[in-house]
């Protein structure tokens, strides 16, 4: 099928998982977001990035634009912030055997949101 | 390197935490590194409640007593990270002085899986039933559209075979005047009478074992002996023709909205099929079908037509009149009758 997901394409939850994982990690010790975190449960956390990669590969969780946005609200998030997690998702799927061009569709695709979460 | 000095390396090393306490002070006599990374050095005297705050000891020291063995939980954040360790303490045995071994592992990676499985499996849980859900909606539609026997062959198979059926009734329902209703009402209004309309004879045909097979605009087309084979076909067609008549009559009585029909009854062979592949219907055709669509429009408004044949069948439990030989387009000359509603005489004669 060519309309297939990046989830289906790498490998569905067993795959991705590690993905998340890898992202949360690299979120945690990051000094410009992961602060962001600091209050934040980890099973709560666990659940948003897993909820987050999973949505964005195209895997069983979607987010609409007003669930974004009022997830997003009032947490200060700038500019230099969605663009430090570009980075970090973007070193993420590389390190994981994403193609370039699949990095790119994922990164465009956050792109597209970056209204609904920069304030 | 004695073997002691070489024992107590790998203490060190390891990436367990390890402590030895006092079993009676709960102070700390020994720890490894691991243990200081994750829980700072306990210097001096330290005891587990200065390092472990709300620790537990009344539990520790009755489970130790009980079975020798303590296992717990800890949390702290090291940066922002939550770190979940599992505490395993075992009291030794003889020995002066007692001592407890605790045992330390990090298990933070084995609660952030578990809360990642937990995530996943309720996204996959939540889009479980709502496929589930367009399914059964899938289905309810499809079998609207097709008789359940023809609709659990579709699914099994992906095809309906055609299937010839013999003998059936056919009632083809048209309305009076139905070009001139539709433009002086509201569209709106119109769908939704029609609904009204058609739910309702829905229902009555339902009642007698008729299944409705389509609706083209006014027409309503519902036939009897399909799927399923019933010997008494006729008799179903001609109760439900009779109710839809009666239900039309009552309905105009309390609706601003007038509605008048005209119906035919015909009978003998149809072909039920689904038709089409990416629009399909399920429809039917044959002789038995137009019978029943000519004889409809020679009908008189309120008026049941009815082919000879059928009202032989009909003639001991319905009253008919003889229209006599009657010339309709479509059709070879024959003999038609008119189905009447004989608990109107009863009624007339009250």
Redesign the interface.
Known sequence: MSDRTLFEKYGG?ASV?KV??AF?DTL??SDEI??F??DV???RM??HQ??FI?SLLG???SYTDVQLRQFHRNLDITNAHFDELKVVLEETLANHGFEPEDIQTALDAIEARRELIVD | MSIEAINEQLLRAIGVGVALLGRKTLQFHFHNDTFEEWFGNPNGPATLQDIFSDFDVEELNKSLNETGRYTTEVKFKKKRRTMVIALDFTATEEREPEIAVLVCQNITRIRELESMIDSYSMMVERNTREIKREKEQVEKLLLNLMPRSVYEEYKTFGVVTPQLYEPVSVLMLDFVGFSETVTALDPSVTVTELNDIYSSFDRIGEQFGCERIKTIGDAYITVAGLPDPTPDHARAAANAAIRFIRYLERRNASHPHQWQCRIGLGVGSVVGSVVGIQKYVYDIFGPAVNHATRLQSFSEPMQISVQDEMARALSEQFELENMGVQSISGLPDQPVWRLLDNRKGIAASV
């Open positions: 939850f998982s998340v994982l949360y945690l010790d992961g602060p975190f600091d449960d980890m099973s666990v659940d897993t909820k999973s895997g069983p969780a």
